[in-house]
Nanobody
Framework: QVQLVESGGGLVQAGGSLRLSCAAS????????MGWFRQAPGNEREFVAG????????DYADSVKGRFRISRDNAKTTASLQMDNLKPEDTAVYYC?????????????????WGKGTLVTVTS
C-alpha cells in the first residue's frame, strides 16, 4: 500500500518562505501526477499546485501563481512545494496527493492517495 508523508510545515511571518516535501513509500509507485491541496479552518479543501510525473507540466491555483513552485524527483518519488512571499491567507493544512488516472488539471476527486497533512501558519 502506498503511503505519502508530508514534512516542512511550520510557523512563518508574512513575506517568509517554507518548503514542503512529500515522500511516497510502499509498493511500486508510478503516479501520473502529484499535487498539493490545502484546507483552512471552515473552508473546503482546495487545489494549490500539481505536476505531471512524466513531463513535469505544472498547474497552479491563481492565488499562488508567482509565489509557489512545485517540483518532483522521479527517482525518489517525492514532490516538493516551495512557498515564497507567504501571506496570512495561506494558513492551512497542506496535503500531498497522487493520482494514477488522467485528470488534468488535478482535482480532489481524482486523487487516489492522500497524506495526513502538514500545518502551515503565516502570521501578519
Amino acid at each position: 500500500q502506498v503511503q505519502l508523508v508530508e514534512s516542512g510545515g511550520g510557523l512563518v511571518q508574512a513575506g517568509g518562505s517554507l518548503r514542503l516535501s512529500c515522500a511516497a513509500s510502499g509498493r511500486a509507485v508510478s503516479p501520473t501526477a502529484m499535487g498539493w491541496f490545502r484546507q483552512a479552518p471552515g473552508n473546503e479543501r482546495e487545489f494549490v499546485a500539481g505536476i505531471t510525473w512524466s513531463t513535469g507540466n505544472t498547474d497552479y491555483a491563481d492565488s499562488v501563481k508567482g509565489r509557489f513552485r512545485i517540483s518532483r524527483d522521479n527517482a525518489k518519488t517525492t514532490a516538493s512545494l516551495q512557498m515564497d512571499n507567504l501571506k496570512p491567507e495561506d494558513t492551512a493544512v497542506y496535503y500531498c496527493a497522487l493520482q494514477y488516472g488522467d485528470f488534468w488539471p488535478l482535482r480532489s476527486i481524482g486523487m487516489d492517495v492522500w497524506g495526513k497533512g502538514t500545518l502551515v501558519t503565516v502570521t501578519s
